[in-house]
Antibody
Framework: QVQLQESGPGLVKPSQTLSLTCIVS??????????WSWIRQHPGKGLEWIGY???????YYNPSLTSRVTISVDTSKNQFSLKLSSVTTADTAVYYC????????????????????WGKGTTVIVSS | EIVLTQSPGTLSLSPGERAALSCRAS???????IAWYQQKPGQAPRLVIY???IGATGIPDRFSGSGSGTDFTLTISRLEPEDFAVYYC??????????FGQGTKVEIK
């Protein structure tokens, strides 16, 4: 089954760029109907969607982060990446990658959207 | 931007009791784009319900979802010890963005 694994530095200095990669195993990142999302969770808080990418390179970002976020995909390596620039301590969080499904169900004739596979998450601390 | 408001913030119940978690949207949302997730401490979220009422693979049938328009509910018919966790609702908007509710913690009374 598909598994996701985040990787990247656990400590980033303020004003620098946070860079994380999510490796997809057990399935192709280029499969139709799947987008690939980044989500973060501040310590003791709820979930915040950061953005997603399709294997073609199409991206959509959270409007509150769009000026600092870049998500890219490398289909040859079956992975996608997150870059968050000009980080501050407010960017300290657990960062998750997830498979973002656009599922057509023939029995209902409807498309359903949800995130069905998540990485275990990686903690990023922003500190000097 | 659609805001999802979950209530209550914390639900204190005993094993065997029924839990009803609410998720209210600031404007009407399509059922197709409503999902619920369970998160336990130190773990990633786990999909529980999608399409507002469809159980995800491997989810026990004591979990059910309902609702339409702006009001959605996740119901756990009889709480098992492993069900105590934080639950988040999520919606996909026509602006092509995702939003999560702030979460409801189901704790042991």
């Amino acid at each position: 089954q598909v598994q996701l694994q985040e990787s990247g530095p656990g400590l980033v200095k303020p004003s620098q760029t946070l860079s994380l990669t999510c490796i997809v195993s057990g399935g192709s990142i280029s499969s139709d109907g799947y987008y690939w999302s980044w989500i973060r969770q501040h310590p003791g808080k709820g979930l915040e969607w950061i953005g997603y990418i399709y294997y073609s390179g199409s991206t959509y970002y959270n409007p509150s982060l769009t000026s600092r976020v870049t998500i890219s995909v490398d289909t040859s390596k079956n992975q996608f990446s997150l870059k968050l620039s000009s980080v501050t301590t407010a960017d300290t969080a657990v960062y998750y990658c997830a498979r973002d499904v656009r599922d057509y169900m023939a029995s209902t004739g409807k498309n359903y959207y949800y995130m069905d596979v998540w990485g275990k998450g990686t903690t990023v601390i922003v500190s000097s | 931007e659609i805001v999802l408001t979950q209530s209550p913030g914390t639900l204190s119940l005993s094993p065997g009791e029924r839990a009803a978690l609410s998720c209210r949207a600031s404007q009407s949302v399509s059922n197709k784009y409503i999902a619920w997730y369970q998160q336990k401490p130190g773990q990633a979220p786990r999909l529980v319900i999608y399409g507002a009422s469809i159980g995800a693979t491997g989810i026990p049938d004591r979990f059910s979802g309902s609702g339409s328009g702006t009001d959605f509910t996740l119901t756990i018919s009889r709480l098992e010890p492993e069900d105590f966790a934080v639950y988040y609702c999520q919606q996909y908007h026509t602006s092509l963005t995702w939003t999560f509710g702030q979460g409801t913690k189901v704790e042991i009374k």
